[in-house]
């Protein structure tokens, strides 16, 4: 493996025969993640109540189809 930095970049070689595509995409996705949550000043009350609120709309607008009346 090779990590290299390249002007602002960090350059990262893996070999085939070390991970499978499906390792390489989860380390991806963590990695844009973290670039997308970087300079969030969200705490973690705010992202609770996102959540909840995020939970409720879908409950409102399925609930039918789990409840019949």
Not at 52 to 66: I, T
Request: glycine share 2%; hydrophobic share 45%.
């Amino acid at each position: 493996m090779v990590v290299e930095q390249i002007n602002n970049e960090i350059v990262v070689r893996i070999p085939s025969h070390v991970a499978d595509i499906e390792d390489v995409q989860r380390f991806i996705d963590l990695i844009v993640y973290k670039e997308a949550t970087a300079r969030s000043q969200a705490t973690q009350k705010d992202i609770d109540k996102i959540a909840k609120d995020a939970k409720k709309g879908w409950w409102a607008a399925n609930r039918k189809q789990f409840i019949h009346q």
